[in-house]
């Protein structure tokens, strides 16, 4: 996700999960949570420039238009669609392919994280659910649908995925961040440090990983500590800015909630 130049630069790649597990420590009362849970995949991978996923559209829209059915052209347009925001348009070419790929996996799985980015939660669910089969259970896709559960607000069953998960990619820093959030959002930030300690030490390791660590330490009160360890990361006066803005969210409930309200799914690695 890119931050913005005029505004301090945020502690996760999401300014979703700023809002939401900080509403969470201010004491906050939300009736559903739209806070995701930081760099999972519910998205295409940020490796590319922007000028590159454009000239993606330019190659395989064109390409699209000529074919829809060519099955790795829609899937290659479709995600470089998602990389630039454009997730309506992505997320109608994904539904086609679904339609006419009722069973292909991947299909599933590239449209049930458009669906999650749109906010289709339940469908996503769903959808994700058939992107995979319990006797080949694929360990990304059972993140996606455990961030997809943190949307909803089940952080517990949220929580079993990413476990099942682990299982099969032991110490992966993905799902380990996923869940170290997840343990935030249902306001237990000592087992959510813990994990995301755990999450920091894999190498390599995304240096949102790191950041979101900084968030759950300055969500406890330890921002000199928080700053540290952005500071791994960052440049000293960003990752300052970020201290100070996660000070000035938590003593503004309101402004947090109103933030809340508002934000969308941010782009990670899958």
């Known amino acids: 996700m890119r931050t913005s130049r005029s505004r301090p630069a945020r502690l996760l790649a999401s300014a979703a999960l700023i809002a939401g597990i900080a509403a969470l420590a201010a004491g906050c009362q939300t009736t559903q949570s739209t806070a995701t849970t930081g760099t999972l995949g519910l998205a295409p991978p940020d490796d590319q420039s922007d000028a590159s996923w454009r000239r993606d559209i330019a190659v395989y829209g064109a390409q699209y238009r000529t074919d829809p059915s060519k099955l790795d052209v829609a899937l290659r347009y479709a995600q470089a669609l998602r990389a630039t925001g454009q997730s309506a348009q992505a997320l109608a070419v994904l539904q086609r392919a679904s339609i006419k790929n009722p069973y292909n996996k991947a299909v599933l799985g590239e449209y049930g994280r458009a669906l999650a980015e749109n906010g289709d939660y339940q469908q996503a669910f769903d959808v994700l659910n058939r992107a995979h089969t319990p006797d080949q259970p694929d360990w990304r896709i059972l993140s996606a649908q455990g961030a997809v559960l943190d949307q909803m607000g089940h952080h517990a069953e949220a929580q079993r995925y990413y476990l099942t998960a682990l299982k099969i990619v032991p110490n992966e820093p993905s799902i380990l961040s996923n869940l170290g959030l997840s343990y935030a959002l ?20 995304d240096p949102r990983v790191r950041q ?12 000199a500590e928080a700053e540290t360890i952005a500071r791994a990361d960052l440049p000293a006066d960003q990752a300052a800015a970020n201290v100070a803005y996660l000070r000035q969210m938590l003593a503004r409930p309101d402004a947090l909630r109103k933030q809340n309200a508002s934000v969308r799914l941010p782009r990670g690695s899958s």
């Not at 979101?212 to 921002?223: E, K, S, T, W």
């Open 186 to 205: 249902s306001h237990d930030l000592p087992d959510a440090e813990k994990v995301l300690r755990q999450a920091a030490a894999q190498h390599p390791v």
């Open 212 to 223: 979101n660590l900084a968030l759950i330490v300055g969500l406890q009160g330890r921002f």
